[in-house]
């Protein structure tokens, strides 16, 4: 388990604030993309495209019609 505390350390350190303040909104509760728009002075496609940047470096989000949460962190590339 410390592994995988280490490694999501790492991986947010390597996130910029953008990224950071959307998994930092999204970890406990479901924020829609607007309000997360709204939050970072962004667009609502500038904020899907971010969430498709995390997910890719193996972050799960959630995505419903009531927004993002983040779910957990697949380390299967390390």
């Known amino acids: 388990m410390k592994l995988a505390k280490d490694i999501f350390n790492v991986l947010f350190i390597m ?7 959307i998994l930092n ?4 509760r479901t924020v829609s993309g607007h309000k997360l728009s709204e939050a970072l002075n962004i ?10 940047k995390l997910e890719s ?10 927004g ?5 962190i697949r380390f299967t590339s390390f």
């Open 15 to 21: 996130l910029d604030s953008i990224d950071r303040f």
């Open 25 to 28: 909104s999204i970890r406990e």
């Open 43 to 52: 667009s609502r496609t500038a904020v899907w495209k971010r969430v498709k």
């Open 57 to 66: 470096l193996g972050y799960t989000i959630e995505k419903s019609n009531r």
């Open 68 to 72: 993002y949460r983040l779910k957990k």
